[in-house]
């Protein structure tokens, strides 16, 4: 089935930086959604984007949905502490079954205070 | 408002034994999804709901496995006989309308020994 790239798988950063990752597919997506998983925790909705170029903001957090419609990106600015967990991209493919979503592995998160 | 519930948060079962997970959706929520997530495979979809019916149930590894939604504010998912493969942790996750943004419940974490 289809397959999400998300990169990096992880990154390690100190506290007041800036940080960026993506998600690409190799087939056109409709929708980009992007969660936060903290540990012992299920995924939190952060951002949910529906139309290419679109650019939307949630506090700290910047995610995009590409042009091309097949890639989005996530950026966090001044990151601090409790940013730490794993996001997540999903997508609904063109085409795909409606409840579909399909998911990235993850970049893990580490905040150096 | 409330969200997602899951019952139990933690299960420790024997192999062979039968196993129930159960979900109370988001209330007006059309849309209901058991998901089931490990180190090596991330997050998977098992199957779906939309207004008590299962849609799409492709995700369901075997027929140990089954879900039932008896009503909009409940569902189940059960493994009979378990496993020690099993194990993982199960999400329940809701959505209205068109099921794009789905919002997930704490999880149960299921050990198979």
């Known amino acids: 089935g289809q397959q999400l790239n998300q990169s990096p798988q992880s990154m390690f950063i100190q506290e007041g930086e800036d940080v960026s990752m993506n998600c690409t597919s190799s087939s056109i997506f409709n929708t980009w959604l992007w969660y936060k998983q903290e540990p012992g925790e299920g995924p939190v909705l952060l951002i949910a984007?529906?139309?290419?170029?679109e650019l939307t903001s949630n506090g700290r957090l910047t995610a995009q949905f590409g042009i091309t419609r097949k890639d989005s990106f996530l950026n966090i600015s001044a990151s601090i502490p409790s940013d730490v967990g794993i996001y997540f991209c999903?997508?609904?493919?063109?085409?795909?079954?409606?409840?579909?979503?399909?998911f990235g592995k993850g970049t893990k998160l580490s905040v150096k205070p | 408002d409330a969200g997602v519930i899951q019952s139990p948060r933690h299960e420790v079962t024997e192999m062979g034994q039968e196993v129930t997970l159960r979900c109370k959706p988001i209330s007006g929520h059309d849309y209901l999804f058991w998901y089931r997530q490990t180190m090596m495979r991330g997050l998977e979809l098992l199957i779906y709901?939309?207004?008590?019916?299962?849609?799409?149930d492709s995700g369901m590894p075997e027929d140990r496995f089954s879900a039932k939604m008896p009503n909009a504010s409940f569902s189940t998912l059960k493994i009979q006989p378990s496993e020690p493969r099993d194990s993982a942790v199960y999400f329940c996750?809701?959505?209205?309308?068109?099921?794009?943004?789905?919002?997930f419940g704490p999880g149960t974490r299921l050990t198979v020994t």
């Open positions: 709901f939309n207004n008590n019916v299962p849609i799409d």
């Open positions: 984007l529906y139309k290419a170029g």
């Open positions: 999903a997508g609904l493919e063109e085409g795909g079954s409606q409840g579909n979503l399909i």
């Open positions: 996750a809701s959505s209205r309308d068109r099921g794009y943004e789905q919002y």
